[in-house]
Each structure stands twice: as structure tokens, then as C-alpha cells.
């Protein structure tokens, strides 16, 4: 089974940084798309960012500018670093892996739209 662990949320000041990482395990062999989705309360799961294992970059307008996302696909690994953040960049943010290839012991498999525990990200002063 594949598993997503989250790091890095914290309280920042509006105007201040944080880096967020995900690490993927699970005996995995390639991820196609990796991304960062956020919920604050009494609102839906959006998209901030994702990432396919070639490269190519999706941000949601609210955070472009802002936020950069980036992969290593040998370690399985994305990260998210948020720059002048503001009040309304506070929320949960969770870590996604699609399309994940793996091997559970006798044959690959392929897991869709898995997702992490989350990481509360709060901008405030």
C-alpha cells in the first residue's frame, strides 16, 4: 500500500516562507503525477499545485508568483515552497500521488489518487 507522509506546517507571519515536503513509500516504482491540495475551514479541497514525473507544472492563480513545487522522482519525494504567504494561504495541505506503480511482493500494481494525513499551514500574526 502506498503511503504519503507530510512536513513542514508551521504558524508563519503574513509575508513569511515555509517549505513543505511529502515522501512517498510502498515499494514504489514510478509516480505519474505528484501535487499540494489545501482545505481551510468550511471550504472545499483545491488544487495548489502538482507536478508530473516529466516536469511539467500546474498552480492554482491564487499561489502563482508565490509558491513553487518540485519533485525527485528517485526518492519519491515533493515539495512545496510558499513564499510571502498570506491569511488566506492558512489551511490544511495535503500531499496526492496518482497513478503510483508498485510492487507488492508477486506483481505490479498501480494505486490512483492517494493522498496523506495533512499539514496545517496557519499565516497569522
Known amino acids: 500500500q502506498v503511503q504519503l507522509v507530510e512536513s513542514g506546517g508551521d504558524l508563519v507571519q503574513p509575508g513569511g516562507s515555509l517549505r513543505l515536503s511529502c515522501a512517498a513509500s510502498?515499494?514504489?516504482?514510478?509516480?505519474?503525477?505528484m501535487g499540494w491540495y489545501r482545505q481551510a475551514p468550511g471550504r472545499q479541497r483545491e488544487l495548489v499545485a502538482a507536478?508530473?514525473?516529466?516536469?511539467?507544472?500546474t498552480y492554482a492563480d491564487s499561489v502563482k508568483g508565490r509558491f513553487t513545487i518540485s519533485r525527485d522522482n528517485a526518492k519519491n519525494t515533493v515539495n512545496l515552497q510558499m513564499n510571502s504567504l498570506k491569511p488566506e494561504d492558512t489551511a490544511v495541505y495535503y500531499c496526492?500521488?496518482?497513478?503510483?506503480?508498485?510492487?507488492?511482493?508477486?506483481?505490479?500494481?498501480?494505486?490512483?489518487?492517494?493522498w496523506g494525513q495533512g499539514t496545517q499551514v496557519t499565516v497569522s500574526s
Open positions: 496526492n500521488a496518482d497513478e503510483v506503480r508498485r510492487f507488492n511482493g508477486r506483481y505490479f500494481e498501480y494505486e490512483y489518487d492517494c
Open positions: 510502498g515499494n514504489i516504482v514510478s509516480i505519474n503525477a
Open positions: 507536478i508530473t514525473s516529466g516536469g511539467t507544472t
